[in-house]
């Protein structure tokens, strides 16, 4: 068993399973599988979020292929628009991303740390290139959240 490698199993189809390994020793925390699409992003404890994609090789066979990372989440988005608190660089109080959630529009991932604070991460899905650095956007200042954003019903 090796902590950087990603194995689905697809239950139900005898046979059918995808793997996959990223460049670090980081472990696989979360997978989030994007809807309506080939693609599914992973978080590391090393605070990386891959893009991964499955594509096919041939009519019967498909692989997992790795699209994009997003090293150091916490480390880019340290420079926060205002109205969010800013990431603590004293060693006792540095953060780290513990959960994701894609957002139900469809558009975003929603970032988790284990301090409480959350963070969007808008994603291109409908832009066609191939450069896959483009399929995240951080947060600008209308995309914050922000105790004036948020609605307690």
């Given at each position: 068993?090796?902590?950087?490698?990603?194995?689905?199993?697809?239950?139900?189809?005898?046979?059918?399973?995808?793997?996959?390994?990223?460049?670090?020793?980081?472990?696989?925390?979360?997978?989030?599988?994007?809807?309506?699409?080939?693609?599914?992003?992973?978080?590391?404890?090393?605070?990386?979020?891959?893009?991964?994609?499955?594509?096919?090789?041939?009519?019967?066979?498909?692989?997992?292929?790795?699209?994009?990372?997003?090293?150091?989440?916490?480390?880019?988005?340290?420079?926060?628009?205002?109205?969010v608190?800013?990431?603590?660089?004293?060693?006792?109080?540095?953060?780290?991303?513990?959960?994701?959630?894609?957002?139900?529009?469809?558009?975003?991932?929603?970032?988790?740390?284990?301090?409480?604070?959350?963070?969007?991460?808008?994603?291109?899905?409908n832009t066609?290139?191939?450069?896959?650095t483009?399929?995240?956007?951080?947060?600008?200042?209308?995309?914050?959240?922000?105790?004036?954003?948020?609605?307690?019903?």
């Amino acid at each position: 068993f090796k902590y950087n490698s990603l194995t689905l199993l697809r239950y139900g189809k005898p046979g059918i399973s995808f793997s996959a390994v990223h460049e670090t020793n980081a472990q696989y925390i979360q997978v989030v599988f994007l809807t309506g699409s080939r693609k599914l992003v992973t978080l590391t404890d090393s605070d990386d979020m891959y893009l991964w994609e499955l594509t096919s090789v041939s009519q019967t066979s498909c692989q997992l292929v790795q699209r994009s990372c997003l090293k150091r989440i916490i480390s880019q988005l340290k420079s926060l628009p205002s109205g969010v608190p800013s990431i603590s660089t004293n060693n006792e109080e540095i953060s780290h991303v513990t959960a994701l959630c894609y957002a139900s529009d469809g558009r975003s991932i929603l970032i988790g740390t284990d301090n409480g604070w959350v963070a969007s991460v808008r994603l291109n899905t409908n832009t066609a290139t191939d450069d896959f650095t483009k399929f995240w956007c951080l947060p600008s200042a209308d995309d914050a959240i922000n105790p004036s954003r948020i609605l307690d019903g």
